[in-house]
């Protein structure tokens, strides 16, 4: 009769089946997401691949981070044939390697706005790039722009020879196609903006108009003469810029343009909010992480820097969230 000893499994047989033990509930459901999008790409299914990589892989990715994992899903992610696939995309490529020091620059932003892939992508990269640039998250910046462009309009045609400022105003295509560019405006635009490439876009597309370029800063903003140099405005805008704030920074920002707002003046400012549906893709395949806030905290922003008057709302698409000051009128 054998001992019990030698019914028992050695030490060694012990340690292979713990390092044979199955992966996480997790692990198993991202490589299938992965590989289910890996499939459909090949396929040229882009869109019902982007649409996985959307809410689904989002979902996947809050649940990695709320429990400790969020290192680990990187390191799925990263080594995954899919994260080497779309970096085809010059969406995808250019934010993982922000060749002017972040993410969100504004070429990317051109990106979204033509559609267009730049010369020498390949094929499949175009695939993905048409994806990329209109999924949900792509839809908001589009949104964006058209709405800064209706709040430009309505500054002409509302406030004699209206002054407006936009912060960090990237290449300012807002501006393009509005009534800014019309014998209508008798004011002043002023695209105030750290980069001086974007600058010198600005600066190109719309010479000999009444946009003035300022190559400065959040930093100049809040220290030194450069605000009460500019004076003040009737439309103030920072939609790309709140992303990227620190709370404390975001407050004494936004204080400081209420400053600079005329007597009955508007401030806009923008955020991308912590459910928004690409959060995954940006975060695990471009490297694209922003300061997210939800509509209570920006409101919160809002209060804390003193505006009397403001609203909130939501993009149409769940993206981003929008807060509008307004500085009370002058009496009559």
Same mark, same amino acid.
């Given at each position: ?9 050695s030490?060694? #047989? ?12 997790l692990e198993?459901?991202t490589?299938?997401l992965?590989?289910?999008a @890996?499939?459909?790409?090949?396929? +040229? ?5 982007f ?6 892989? #989002?979902?996947?990715? #809050?649940e990695?981070?709320?429990? =400790? ?5 990187k390191r799925?992610?990263?080594?995954? @044939? $899919?994260?080497?696939l779309?970096?085809q995309?010059?969406y995808t ?7 002017r020091? &972040? ?5 990317m932003?051109d990106?979204? %706005? ?5 010369e +020498?992508?390949s094929g499949f990269g175009r ?10 998250? +792509? ?9 800064l ?5 309505d500054?002409?045609?509302s406030?004699?020879?209206?002054r ?7 290449h ?6 509005s009534?800014v ?8 635009v002023?695209?105030l903006d ?9 600066a190109?597309?719309?010479? =000999?108009a ?6 400065? +800063? ?6 030194g ?5 500019? =004076?003040?405005?009737?439309?103030? %805008?920072?939609?790309?810029? &709140?992303? &990227?704030?620190p709370d404390a920074l ?6 400081r343009l209420l400053?600079?707002?005329r007597? =009955?003046?508007?401030?806009l400012? @923008?955020?991308f909010v ?5 959060r995954?893709y940006?975060e ?5 992480? $922003?300061?997210l806030r ?5 409101r919160?922003i ?5 505006? @009397?008057?403001?609203? #909130?709302?939501?993009?149409?698409h769940?993206?981003?969230v %929008? ?7 002058a009496?009559?």
């Open positions: 009769m054998p001992t019990i000893a030698a019914t028992l499994p030490s060694r #047989s012990l340690s292979a089946t713990a390092v044979a033990a199955p992966p996480s509930t198993q459901e490589a299938r992965l590989d289910q @890996a499939a459909e790409l090949h396929a +040229g299914q882009w869109m019902p691949a649409k996985r990589l959307g809410v689904p892989l #989002s979902a996947l990715w #809050s990695a981070r709320g429990t =400790g994992r969020a290192d680990d899903m799925w992610c990263a080594g995954h @044939a $899919l994260h080497a779309v970096q995309d010059p490529d250019r934010a993982s390697r922000k060749p020091g &972040y993410a969100g620059d504004a070429v932003m990106y979204i %706005y033509s559609g267009q892939a730049p +020498g992508t695939g993905v790039f048409s994806a990329t640039t209109r999924a949900s998250m +792509g839809l908001s910046v589009l949104y964006r722009r058209q709405l462009k209706s709040l430009l309009d500054t002409v045609v406030c004699d020879a209206g407006v400022l936009s912060v960090a105003s990237g300012a295509r807002e501006l393009e196609g009534l560019g019309s014998p209508l405006f008798q004011g002043e002023v695209a750290q980069d001086p490439l974007s600058c010198a876009e600005v190109r597309v719309h010479q =000999g009444r946009v003035r370029v300022v190559n400065q +800063g959040v930093r100049e903003l809040l220290t003469p450069l605000a009460p140099s500019l =004076g003040e405005f009737d439309l103030i %805008y920072s939609a790309g810029l &709140y992303d &990227y704030l975001a407050t004494r920002l936004t204080r400053q600079m707002l007597p =009955g003046g508007r401030l400012i @923008a955020n912590p459910s928004g549906s690409g995954g940006m695990l395949f471009m490297d694209w992480t $922003l300061v939800n509509e209570a905290q920006m919160a809002a209060q804390d820097s003193g505006a @009397a008057q403001f609203s #909130s709302f939501m993009d149409p769940r993206n981003v %929008y807060v509008e000051m307004q500085r009370t009128p009496a009559a």
